[in-house]
């Protein structure tokens, strides 16, 4: 029987806790709060003299049509890439869980993606699909088929969804891997025994058992393309060309630090922190019922 730690007063658990406490204070609360803050506040040019000036901000945005096609974009750039991701991670994950010579060095190789930095691994993305410079890209020119997402908003769109989804499938590859090594291998030995064929032992067994993590993944990897995608894409396209692939928090970061509109930047911010919380909202409402743990 393993021993009880007990804590004679206060005092110890409040120090153990107060490094943690005091990173989510300064790193997250207080730069939150300024954020919500400067949303009802309107600066000059030269950041001399703030006013208050309420809502206005988030009228502005909702009445600006660019914003609602960001928007827009932002939602098939957030779906597609958390799809994608998913699907080609559960895919990896089940042929990597075979019995089959060198299968740790596959998996090794699959998780080595996730260690490089979203700006680099866009880097490398431009290595093969540049119009001039790129081994796919200018092979694809060559071949008849026009190719220059700098030119071409579809494709500079599919570019980042799929830079974006490659830096996202090893994180969700280690996941669906340990998910698979859980299911016992006596209920998929028995389905086989009573004729189960290997795509519906995944449909009616492997799936359903890995739900809890797939639902998990899948709010992760939402949070990763409204958030942590803006390497990738200023990168990439820079949200170009002509704001084809100009996400919500890329927005908010030309208009912050680059046009200098921190009211405006702030109020992105705010909605765009306020979707995110709705749509967790809704998956743990809606989507969780049909998990089974």
């Known amino acids: 029987m393993g021993r009880k730690t ?35 506040l309107r600066q000059d040019a030269f950041g001399i003299r703030t006013i208050f000036v309420g809502f206005e901000n988030f009228s502005d945005l909702l009445a600006d049509p660019l914003y609602l096609e960001t928007a827009q974009n932002t939602a098939v750039f957030s779906a597609s890439v958390a799809v994608l991701s998913l699907a080609v991670a559960m895919l990896l994950a089940v042929l990597a869980d075979r019995q089959i010579r060198g299968a740790a060095v596959y998996r090794t190789l699959l998780i080595w993606p996730y260690a490089i930095a979203p700006a680099v691994a866009a880097v490398l993305w431009i290595f093969l699909f540049h119009p001039q410079v790129g081994l796919l890209g200018r092979a694809l020119n060559e071949a008849g088929l026009p190719w220059d997402y700098r030119l071409n908003g579809g494709q500079a769109m599919l570019m980042v969804i799929l830079a974006a989804a490659w830096k996202q499938v090893s994180y969700n590859f280690i996941f669906f891997l340990a998910g698979l090594q859980s299911i016992p291998k006596s209920v998929l030995e028995a389905a086989a025994i009573d004729g189960a064929k290997p795509v519906r032992r995944f449909w009616t067994i492997i799936f359903p058992l890995l739900s809890p993590t797939t639902f998990f993944l899948l709010v992760v990897n939402l949070v990763y393309a409204f958030f942590e995608t803006f390497g990738v894409i200023d990168a990439l396209t820079k949200g170009g060309p002509a704001k084809s692939t100009e996400t919500l928090i890329y927005r908010a970061y030309i208009d ?33 019922r049909r998990v089974h743990y």
Do not use: Y
Not at 260 to 286: K, N, P, W
């Open 6 to 40: 007990v804590f004679r007063g206060v005092a110890l658990p409040l120090l153990l806790l107060a490094p943690q406490l005091a990173i989510t204070l300064v790193f997250f609360f207080w730069p939150a709060g300024q954020a919500v803050w400067s949303a009802f």
């Open 256 to 288: 912050g630090r680059v046009n200098l509109d921190i009211g405006a930047s702030s109020a992105q911010s705010v909605v765009l922190m306020l979707v995110v919380i709705g749509l967790t909202v809704i998956q743990f409402r809606f989507i969780e």
